[in-house]
């Protein structure tokens, strides 16, 4: 992006190689990210005279991300022969979709009306919550099904500490995870 005044985008004015600009009609908190990605797919394309068969997002909010975690999602998706493939982390059972409620002028209430069944964490199926870590999508989700996740979508679970990024909590968490302060996840 631009800052305020400056005559050069942001990532060149700090010498970084950025072939191309996003359109201020897809940027902003509320763009979805199949915009984002069509929008550079479409762009890289034309740059480089060739079509590409995968496009790989790794969310810049995502600092605790390995090779690791971007090679396994990568290697699924073609082995499997899958329209995408999202690095998940198992959420935990306190944040659990049926433990989750409302508040209406005053009045609880449960998000979902299944929660007020829910007496031990035992009954709670395993869910997942995506981490950011790595987005490896098919063109052909993308473009001829319009989605990020295909109706054929893997999931790379990774089992160690990852934070997206989204308060200054989370960048807090995130320093003293990489500098083995926290004891939970050292």
Not at 46 to 66: A, C, F, H, K, W
Not at 119 to 147: F, K, W
Request: glycine fraction near 8%; proline fraction near 4%; hydrophobic fraction near 40%.
């Amino acid at each position: 992006g631009r800052e305020k005044g400056a005559s050069k985008p942001a990532a060149i004015a700090a010498g970084l190689d950025a072939p191309f600009s996003r359109p201020q009609e897809i940027s902003g908190d509320l763009i979805g990210d199949w915009d984002v990605l069509t929008h550079a797919l479409s762009a890289t394309e034309n740059i480089d005279g060739i079509e590409y068969d995968i496009v790989v997002m790794l969310q810049p909010t995502s600092p605790l991300r390995r090779p690791a975690h971007v090679v396994s999602a990568i290697e699924m998706l073609v082995r499997e022969n899958l329209d995408a493939v999202w690095t998940v982390s198992e959420t935990d059972s306190k944040s659990h979709p049926l433990k989750q409620l409302t508040v209406d002028g005053g009045r609880l209430d449960y998000y979902d009306d299944r929660g007020g069944d829910i007496i031990a964490r035992q009954q709670l199926e395993l869910v997942y919550h995506r981490n950011g870590a790595a987005y490896a999508i098919t063109r052909g989700c993308l473009i001829d099904h319009g989605s990020i996740k295909g109706a054929a979508t893997g999931a790379v679970i990774i089992d160690e500490p990852m934070v997206s990024i989204d308060t200054l909590w989370d960048v807090k968490l995130v320093e003293d995870i990489l500098s083995g302060q926290d004891d939970n996840f050292a």
